[in-house]
């Protein structure tokens, strides 16, 4: 597998190197020791499994110290655009986002590390998504910010009428009313 920075500090896409022959194909998701060697030093506990259709946006989700996670975000049938935003206040890069498409034909996975909202839009008719987490969830720790936050202003590549939302996720905070920390 190859890491690709991105322009935000310690989020990393991982590219993984597939092997393909008349049977199919095979590639290594995770290797705890190419991620050491590239300094990321996670121990996930946990896989979590998700399945969506379109026009469906998860998050903007994640949860505060002590109990934040990493994750680490991949598609196993269908394409997403995933999105992280920057929270950590002493980074240059506050405030900023970043997205990427994953999708089981590109096999790329997003290195979501402590510190960062994440968030996806199902871009395809169905999405099953798969992530890695390096905490177990804790319901008191869990913060978010709302999908159509101006400040952010995160086009989620989906047309206003197709967008499915929870009720849930309809009445998080704008970016500039977040009063916690990580």
């Known amino acids: 597998m190859t890491i ?14 597939v092997f393909e022959d008349s049977r199919g194909y095979f590639f290594e998701a995770y290797n705890q020791a190419k991620f050491q ?10 896989d979590n499994q998700s399945f969506s259709k379109r ?12 109990f934040a996670q990493a994750k680490l975000v991949r598609v196993l049938e269908g394409e997403i655009l995933d999105v992280a935003v920057d929270l950590r206040k002493d980074s240059p890069t506050y ?17 979501v590390p402590h510190g960062f909202a994440h968030g996806f839009s199902v871009l395809s ?14 319901k008191d720790s869990e913060r978010g910010i709302r999908f159509d936050d101006p400040t952010l202003a995160i086009d989620w590549q989906l047309n206003a009428d197709e967008v ?3 009720d849930k996720d309809l009445i998080l905070p704008s970016f500039n009313d977040i009063d916690w920390e990580f």
């Open 37 to 46: 060697e590239n300094g990321m030093e996670y121990q996930f506990i946990q």
């Open 4 to 17: 690709e920075k991105t322009a935000i500090e310690d989020l990393v896409i991982i590219n993984p190197i």
């Open 95 to 111: 405030g900023q986002h970043f997205s990427v498409l994953l999708s089981a034909e590109n096999k790329k996975q997003l290195m």
């Open 164 to 166: 499915i939302v929870s």
């Open 55 to 66: 026009g469906v946006i998860r998050g903007l989700h994640l949860q505060i110290n002590p």
């Open 125 to 138: 008719e169905t999405a099953s998504v798969m992530y890695k987490v390096d905490q177990l969830y804790h």
